[in-house]
């Protein structure tokens, strides 16, 4: 059985009148909330292999322990942010959500960039040349 301390499940807090444990969804869901709100996150992973996706539970990994929290985030970005601007805004956001809303600590946030969308082709300002021999150099 037990040798009579009995030790707190990992992801458990103590308190006063009880303990808190929070789910890994949850930790989750605020984190995917607060990525949502970063200008220049494109998505959570991104196709793996050749017609595979990432899961979210793959893409955004959360380690739980006593009173704290680790995060592992997997990112496609755009194409126009700078990285090191947008991981540290990132993971301001993330620290706030998780620490406001649970009381756990946030120990760590990795975060690996998998994808960079490529810029969108703006539109053509010009109709496209003529291949010559055509009826409109003719006319001229």
Same mark, same amino acid.
């Given at each position: 059985m037990s040798d =009579?301390?009995?030790q707190p499940a990992p992801a458990v807090v103590r308190q006063e009148l009880g303990t808190l444990e929070v789910a890994e969804q949850v /930790? $989750? =869901? @605020?984190?995917?909330?607060? @990525?949502s709100e970063v200008g220049g996150?494109? *998505?959570v992973g991104r196709a793996g292999g050749l017609f595979r996706r $990432? %899961? &979210?539970?793959?893409? @955004?990994?959360? !380690? $739980? =322990?006593? =009173? !704290?929290? &680790? /995060? %592992?985030?997997h990112l496609s970005v755009r194409y126009d942010v700078r990285i090191p601007d947008l991981v540290e805004k990132l993971r301001r956001r993330v620290r706030a959500a998780v620490e406001d809303? +649970? *009381?756990?600590k946030v120990r760590?946030? %990795?975060? +690996?960039? !998998?994808h960079i969308l490529p810029p969108e082709e703006p539109p053509p300002l010009a109709p496209p040349e @003529?291949?010559? *021999? +055509?009826? %409109? !150099?003719? $006319?001229t």
């Open positions: =009579g301390a009995e /930790f $989750r =869901g @605020l984190a995917m909330q607060a @990525l996150v494109a *998505g $990432r %899961s &979210a539970e793959q893409a @955004l990994a959360v !380690e $739980r =322990g006593e =009173g !704290e929290v &680790a /995060f %592992s985030i809303a +649970t *009381g756990y760590a946030i %990795s975060v +690996t960039v !998998e @003529l291949p010559k *021999g +055509t009826a %409109s !150099e003719e $006319r």
